[in-house]
């Protein structure tokens, strides 16, 4: 069973009439499991079992620390009442333990404050954000407040920011894909090669990983996806249909082989395809408007098309 099955099986259990006990504070409290872990993308094995696995959900609500909360927070006496009621529940199932969890809250299961939960993903306590804010926050954290589910949120305190979070503001994701652009063209097609040249193997090796990775961001940004972390990336990646199944199998190949004279040749040819694939999907995205095989040249071409002034006139690079 994964995390999130096990989670929603628990909830389903146990979790429903705990809340169903607490009809005053059913109405500002979120049920579900979402932030950071494997589990909450999908992507937890028996190997993920090793840490953070138990059966177990989230109850995120707006605490108010120093007042007698409102019709949308709880007031510390009522989380302090959640927190109690939760850490009642058994700590067996399925043959899975949950730890005792503190009277204070904490980890990853349990009352989750959002305020807190939101400011360290995003920088804001609410997770409203300027096109500046968008620009800053990184991706995988954007993906934690989204990622998993909610199972229920009758006040809705939690599902509208997440609708609100799903993804990137248009011109948010041009300037991020303007600068993976621009770093695929410096690292790849241009610095690979040059460092070869010069006999710089490992320098080479480094301007690989450098292709690779903003290759990574750019197809996620290509499929309106938020990358994860970079121990998930791949695995991503692979979920983004024929596109990126394939990029991702070139992409393994060029960071994990040599720089040898013939393998480096080949390698050159697998970059040049790669940024052929990247541009036809620009073309096709009507993203660009350069007419070429250099990927600097879109990169600008996609920045040129950010409608927001200030965020256009930034660096190409301030995205990434």
Known sequence: MNGMKLAKAYYDAYGQAMLAQLPDLAGKVAAGLAGSGSECLGYDDDI????????????????????????????????????????????EFEGYSRPLVSPVGGGRRGLIDLSEFLRNATGTPD???????????????????????????????????????????????????????LLMAQAGQYNYTRCIRHGETGAAQMACFEFAENAVHAAHLLE???????????????????????????LEGLISSGNDAETAESKYFVIEDIAARVIDRLIDDQLTEANCGDLEKHAYSVNDGVQDAQLRNMHVLSGV
């Open 48 to 91: 993920s079992q090793d840490h953070d696995f138990e059966p177990g959900f989230c109850l995120f609500a707006f605490v108010d620390e120093t007042g007698d909360g409102t019709a949308q927070s709880l007031s510390r006496r009522e989380a302090f009442a959640l927190e109690r009621a939760y850490a009642k529940l058994p700590r």
């Open 127 to 181: 997770g409203r954000l300027t096109l500046q804010d968008w620009l800053r926050v990184p991706e995988q954290s954007l993906l934690e407040v989204t990622d998993g589910a909610v199972w229920a949120d009758p006040g809705q305190i939690f599902s509208p920011i997440r609708e609100r979070l799903a993804y990137l503001p248009e011109d948010v994701r041009r300037k991020k894909l303007a600068g993976c652009l």
């Open 224 to 250: 309106k996806r938020y990358m994860p972390y970079y121990k998930w990336a791949f695995k991503s990646l692979r979920s983004l249909g024929a596109f990126g199944a394939e990029l991702a199998d070139d």
